[in-house]
């Protein structure tokens, strides 16, 4: 058994009754957030997902980690196509009850992961140079986006957990950030499709930050203040994932 399915109480619904097909490890991840007026992201979204926002406000999440152990049900890793930085600009929402988490971009230093993401899970994921590198007990990070056509993107920081690791509380804030079992995405044509995935609950730690570029909220149109509201570090996550099924959405049209 996989080491993320030992234990499931904590989901909020059942796992999928198929099969996964994705497994990987979230090493030395940072969670930058940000609250922002809702009116400044729900433009982003496609119609028939609701934003969702904390005593009215929505939140922008910049997430640098390192990808390991990337494999396909029943097969092994492979070198470096199992292993590579991995950054994404995120926010919260929620379609039929199930809150999620929706990305607006999805960095990575791996061509092959960049396209299987795009084609296969209707992900934006972009070509980048990055590197992740310990210094220490923090993490010194840096992602250049190199995608042909895409808005530039970049990201240069130096980061670390300043205590013991903890499981946040349900009801908090930082609980209804972290702990969401599942992503959308929407294909060209506008269709939402939903992805599950599981893992054990976040284990947090609070962080300290050195924060030298970020660009990454520009392709919104938005410069995000220097500091983040909050910060939280996780050493080590393992996670499954499921193939993305299309949700349909009450007034749209199928084809």
Do not use: K
């Not at 009116?39 to 028939?48: A, Q, T, V, Y």
């Not at 930085?85 to 926010?91: F, G, M």
């Not at 992805?195 to 938005?222: D, F, I, K, T, Y």
């Not at 910060?231 to 996550?237: D, G, K, T």
Request: glycine share 8%; aromatic share 12%; with cysteine.
């Amino acid at each position: 058994m996989h080491p993320s399915l030992r234990h499931i109480d904590h989901r909020p619904w059942p796992l999928p009754a198929r099969p996964w097909i994705m497994a990987m490890e979230w090493h030395d991840l940072l969670f930058m957030h940000w609250p922002l007026r809702p009116e400044l992201l729900r433009p982003w979204l496609p119609p028939g997902l609701e934003l969702e926002t904390w005593d009215g406000w929505a939140w922008l999440g910049v997430v640098p980690f390192m990808m390991r152990g990337v494999r396909p049900r029943l097969a092994p890793t492979v070198g470096g196509l199992s292993r590579f930085p991995e950054l994404n600009v995120r926010t919260y929402v929620t379609l039929g009850g199930r809150p999620g988490v929706w990305f607006f971009s999805l960095d990575a230093a791996s061509r092959l992961a960049v396209r299987a993401a795009r084609y296969g899970f209707h992900l934006p994921y972009f070509d980048a140079t990055m590197a992740c590198a310990p210094a220490g007990d923090a993490v010194r990070y840096s992602s250049l986006r190199t995608h042909h056509g895409a808005a530039p993107a970049s990201l240069r920081a130096t980061y670390g957990p300043t205590g013991p690791a903890y499981r946040s509380a349900p009801g908090s804030l930082e609980h209804w950030l972290t702990e969401r079992y599942c992503l959308y995405a929407a294909n060209r044509r506008g269709q939402i499709w939903r992805g599950e995935v599981q893992h054990p609950p976040w284990p947090l730690q609070p962080a300290e930050l050195e924060l030298e570029q970020n660009q990454m909220a520009a392709p919104l149109r938005l410069m995000l203040p220097p500091s983040p509201a909050l910060l939280h570090f996780s050493r080590r996550l393992d996670v499954v994932a499921w193939a993305p099924e299309r949700v349909l959405v009450a007034g749209t049209v199928t084809r």
